[in-house]
């Protein structure tokens, strides 16, 4: 395929609104297809002095807050001199008759993403625990981060959070649901039943976990950026702490089609790795099972979208044919932990 052709991704028009910009330019504009369809579109892209990622949502099958980009560009700049490391931001392009959607443009870290467990290899289990203290402890920089100072204070609407994201992906199911779930109705109701109180409000990731972060290129146990903030948002920061601990559950395997590093049992337990954001955050961890529940059924409908995206053709690459395996998965993990296990 050449780098014209990229589904996504046309470079002359690319070219031209980058130079109306000003971003500057040097020698012939390339790309590569980094990450197809299981999120945003993401591309290595680069000229002949310069070097870029740039991210667009898919070409079909969109839960419309899991692909914000214009989101992820918005916390991305303001985060840009706090204590959680995150990319330079280069431009937020809303105009849709470039590349047919909207899309950003950041700089590129140089660094390691650790994916699968095959990345994992030549990490020592020393190395490996302090690289997961580094996850948590940045996840709770992020939790501390003032949003009056960082600018975000208009970024969302912290009240109601845990009433808003129930209801949320109830209706995105509905968008993207390939089949019915009798099942996924009873958990539905059942963490509506069961909202709590919100804990505090702070800025959420909303999908922390290690391959959504870039790791030192010699030393795994600094995090050179944090990425993949599409689903950012003020709200419970509870919940993300829950979000990071339901992708340890195996099944996530199937979603992103290989061994995940974040699944592999040289990882932290769900219950070890919680407990380690309570003593690093001072946060104690009320109401956690419907936290986790609440985890469990945005992690359902999320993998139900790339299979829904999976069936009509909108996915670029391999990987896609068993995620939506992993749907029934998620939602008996869900009402187990309704009954109080999270383990």
């Not at 020592?124 to 003032?146: M, T, Y």
């Not at 407990?275 to 529940?293: E, I, K, P, T």
Request: charged content about 25%.
């Amino acid at each position: 395929m050449s780098d014209t052709e990229h589904r996504g991704l046309d470079l002359h028009k690319l070219r031209t609104y980058l130079n109306d910009s000003d971003v500057p330019l040097r020698g012939d504009l390339r790309a590569e297809l980094i990450s197809g369809g299981k999120s945003n579109l993401t591309y290595f892209l680069s000229d002949d002095a310069s070097r870029w990622v740039l991210r667009r949502p898919p070409t079909a099958g969109l839960t419309p807050s899991a692909h914000d980009v214009a989101r992820e560009y918005t916390i991305t700049s303001a985060l840009q001199n706090t204590d959680v490391p995150v990319a330079g931001t280069v431009v937020l392009c809303e105009d849709v008759s470039i590349l047919g959607a909207p899309f950003t443009l950041v700089e590129r870290i140089d660094g390691r993403v650790v994916r699968t467990t095959a990345d994992l290899v030549d990490v020592s289990d020393i190395d490996l625990d302090k690289c997961v203290d580094e996850l948590v402890r940045i996840l709770g920089a992020l939790h501390q981060v003032d949003i009056d100072t960082v600018g975000l204070r208009q970024f969302g609407r912290p009240d109601g959070y845990l009433t808003r994201q129930v209801a949320l992906w109830a209706k995105q199911w509905e968008r993207v649901k390939t089949r019915e779930s009798t099942d996924l109705s009873r958990l539905h109701t059942a963490v509506a039943d069961s909202i709590p109180q919100q804990s505090e409000a702070s800025i959420v990731h909303g999908d922390y976990r290690i391959d959504n972060t870039i790791l030192g290129l010699d030393d795994v146990g600094r995090v050179a950026a944090v990425v993949d903030w599409e689903l950012s948002t003020l709200g419970d920061p509870l919940s993300d702490v829950a979000t990071m601990c339901v992708y340890r559950n195996p099944s996530f395997d199937l979603v992103i089609g290989e061994p995940a590093a974040w699944t592999s049992n040289r990882m932290p337990s769900i219950d070890d790795l919680a407990q380690r954001y309570s003593l690093a955050s001072g946060r104690d961890l009320a109401h956690w099972n419907f936290y986790m529940a609440l985890a469990y059924l945005k992690l359902a409908v999320i993998a139900e979208g790339i299979h829904h995206r999976f069936l009509v053709g909108a996915t670029i690459g391999d990987g896609f044919d068993k995620a939506g395996e992993s749907v029934p998965e998620f939602i008996a993990a869900g009402l187990h932990a309704l009954k109080g296990s999270s383990s």
